[in-house]
């Protein structure tokens, strides 16, 4: 093709004929080969069964057959259900009690290692080794932690004479509990993030506010703050997305107790879906959970393109 | 060229060699709970040398693979009780040949036709129904067929710290621990074990549990008489009887009558170490416990340890609720005549050798055994063996039995910890299961 072109545009002149020159951005079919393979699995893997979830939530289904055409009524019975209503709570619950800590924290920790020294790099090291454990080590971790009468916690607390919280089982502490281990787990990834994001503030800015005689506090308001507010913002909006998704740590510390105190929606549709064998009500949460997904989807959309407008 | 030639002999006489035994043995696959205990008892084959559940199924599909060079059985060991991932296995096309399945749960799968009725391949073998004691071929049969071999049938007992008995006096003349005979009893002793040895009466695990909370209701639902599963598509639990169980529990938990915040591992810890009097705990633990109190040193060797069946509380018949194992095969179209054959010799197998999977503490399964002086002779079989005729299980044609287990566990939790009203925990544990159950 490329030869083709030089031997054509070469060649033009020689013969007087004015040929216009090949447009190398119009569309050529042939180039669909390259995106093929990944349009495939994006098909397959995730357009249809957006598609096929959205069919199985109007339909009578269960795990081994699909039935009947039920229209709304999955969504009827979905929102009538207490369990269901309970879980969209505590999904919101958790994503407040995990998304402001990691984003605060994270900023915390990058504040206080963002030096050359070998001590920071030590700690950012240790501080980032959990995000790398899978979340059954994580949540078998925790359970030591929390379990009463020999775990950590209780051994602490034992030394003072006084009993541990009980943070598996205690309904106002259940998930405080998940919510902490979860902070254990993720920090490590918004810590890296506002770590590159300051270092990228140029020095020359601090030197001036050094020679302005700036404090260390107005540094911090004036110039660092500023600086990393969009990465504050992309931290935000990445950590609401994956702590949406809730599960492995509420199934393998709570199993979603007490009470459903911890059961998020995912594992609610799990549990809807694979252990009731009520497939077209698990695919009707999930449709809810994807909605909500969208629509914090679309906040990020909006949030970021109004601050590049402004920048 | 000779050299090639007899290069080529080697290679093909070698191949041949190695692969000859492979082209023997027929493969099942085995997919069990029970737990997993390769370390102690990988390799063993000396059956009468493993204890424990776990011990003693590996033990005895060892054995059978050592008995059976023309058969080999490979094991995948699920988590308890595994149905999540058995139902994708059935969903994706991919189950194995045998897997453990509770009575209670045959009829999900059965209905299904997704499981092999087992009345001819068993009777290849030579295994009739009648060899089966009536609970176990009740539960294993649906819709007249047999769909599991059953291999035991289990319940829950009060395993029972006699040194905690003693300090607590609450022993007979004889030494046999003084059990309540009605609520009223019940409370009135749990008091008085926790001013004697400062200690719960009652050792459960409670956190984020379900199975238990469940168990102990339908017992005591058995035990006044109330037929909450009439009708196998609707149940009802907002009764006065399921109240009064739940009260009861209400008060234990109140008044610090037994263990809080320990789930099901913690609580056998617990035991062991001596922190309360009873646990409520099932048949499995009574081979594991009776090893312990024969150990030297251990809390349940101190006073000894002993284990009865529910007591009666109500004024209803004595009964209590009961479920038992059973080895189902997955209805294949594409198995060879060898490969049912080879399912037949690992039936058979394990109808033979229930006399060891029995010494687990779970009933035996097998009529010849539970008779047998075998059986008899084993420790604790006297005060426990009556489970055989008390044991009530669900109607069998009541489906999704651990869904239920799981709503009717979520609410008692919640009423019995105080987070709800009684009332509005049995209204909405009837309303849930009503609601699954219209939807199956």
Known sequence: ?311 | MRMKTILLAAVSASVMMLASPGFAATELTVQRFFGACDADFGTNTDVSKAVGECGIMTSLINKFNADNPDVHVSVTTVEWPGYDQLTAQFASGDAPDIVTIHESVLSDYQSKGLLLPLDDVLKSVGVTPDAFTDAARNGATKDGKIYGLPIDSWTMLYHINMDLFKQADLVNADGTPILPKSVDELLAQAEQFKQKTGKPYFVQNLANETALFTRNLYTYLFQQGSDFFADPKHVKLNTPEAKKVVEMYKTIFAKDYTTKGLDYGGAINAFLAGEGGVQLNGTWVVGDYNAQSETNGTALNKGGYAVYPYPQLFDGAHAQYADGHTWAVSAKEDRTAEQTAAIGKFLKFFTDNDFDWSRTGHLPAVKSIITSDQFKALPHRDTISAVAELGRSLPPEVERQFAIQEIIGEELAAATSGQKDTDAALADAETRINELLANL
Not at chain 1, 118 to 127: D, H, I
């Open chain 1, 1 to 311: 093709m490329a030869d083709q072109l030089t031997i054509r545009e070469t060649a033009a002149p020689a013969v007087g004929v004015r040929v216009p020159s090949a447009n190398i951005y119009a569309p050529q079919w042939r180039n669909f080969v390259f995106v093929a393979p990944f349009l495939f699995f994006f098909t397959t893997l995730l357009i249809f069964p957006l598609f096929w979830g959205m069919w199985l939530s109007v339909h009578k289904a269960d795990t081994f057959s699909t039935g009947r055409f039920v229209g709304l009524d999955n969504y009827v019975r979905l929102f009538h259900d207490k369990v269901f209503l309970q879980s969209v709570w505590n999904t919101f619950y958790f994503v407040l009690l995990t998304v402001p800590t990691l984003a605060l924290i994270g900023l915390f920790l990058a504040l206080c290692l963002n030096r050359r020294t070998r001590t920071a790099a030590v700690l950012r090291t240790l501080f980032f080794s959990s995000s790398v454990l899978s979340v059954t080590i994580v949540t078998l971790i925790w359970r030591i932690v929390y379990i009463p009468n020999v775990g950590l916690l209780s051994t602490i607390y034992g030394w003072f004479g006084a009993t541990a919280p009980a943070f598996i089982s205690d309904p106002s502490l259940a998930m405080i509990g998940i919510a902490i281990a979860t902070i254990w787990w993720c920090i490590g990834l918004p810590m890296m993030l506002f770590l590159s994001a300051l270092q990228q503030i140029p020095q020359d800015i601090y030197e001036a506010a050094a020679l302005d005689n700036a404090n260390r506090w107005q540094t911090l308001r004036s110039i660092t703050l500023p600086s990393i507010k969009r990465t504050f913002i992309l931290v935000i909006i990445i950590q609401i997305v994956l702590q949406f998704q809730l599960f492995g740590q509420a199934w393998l510390m709570t199993r979603g107790g007490p009470n459903n105190l911890t059961k998020p929606i995912v594992l609610y549709i799990y549990d809807t879906a694979f252990r009731r064998w009520d497939l077209g009500m698990g695919a009707a949460a999930s449709e809810m959970l994807f909605v909500l997904i969208l629509i914090a989807a679309m906040a990020q959309y909006l949030v970021t393109r109004n601050k590049g407008d402004q920048a």
